[in-house]
């Protein structure tokens, strides 16, 4: 059975760092795309980044949305079957409850927002809120 864990969410200042984590069983990372979602208060919920560990291509194998490019790095660690976000600079608009999720790459074998839908198992949401 596929389940997703998300913790790490808090509290900080503009500027401020927090690393959320996705503890992951049921799986192989090599089979599944892995992303963030985040959603905001009267917003939709929107993709954050994606890794595939399974796609060769560069271009497609990871992303992540233009807002948070050069303050978001999402990374896996394989052997204790973990996804991290680490974030960097917060801003008031990143404030959101975020979510991990995976992919079966049978499914969906890029991390193009294209595959967004396809994202079938997720974790509990882990609360974002960055204060000015």
């Known amino acids: 059975e596929v389940q997703l864990q998300a913790s790490g969410g808090g509290s900080v200042q503009v500027g401020g760092s927090l690393r959320l984590s996705c503890a992951a069983s049921?799986?192989?990372?090599?089979?599944?795309?892995i992303g963030w979602f985040r959603q905001a208060p009267d917003k939709e919920r929107e993709g954050v980044s994606c890794?595939?560990?399974?796609?060769?291509?560069?271009?497609?194998?990871?992303y992540y949305r233009e807002s948070v490019k050069g303050r978001f790095a999402m990374s896996t660690d394989v052997a204790d079957n973990t996804v991290t976000l680490q974030m960097n600079n917060l801003q008031p608009e990143d404030t959101a409850v975020y979510y991990c999720?995976?992919?079966?790459?049978?499914?969906?074998?890029?991390?193009?927002?294209?595959?967004?839908?396809?994202?079938?198992?997720w974790g509990q949401g882990t609360q974002v809120t960055v204060s000015s």
């Open positions: 890794i595939n560990l399974n796609n060769r291509r560069s271009d497609v194998s990871s």
């Open positions: 049921g799986f192989r990372f090599d089979d599944y795309s």
């Open positions: 999720a995976a992919v079966s790459t049978i499914f969906a074998d890029d991390c193009t927002p294209t595959t967004w839908g396809h994202f079938a198992y």
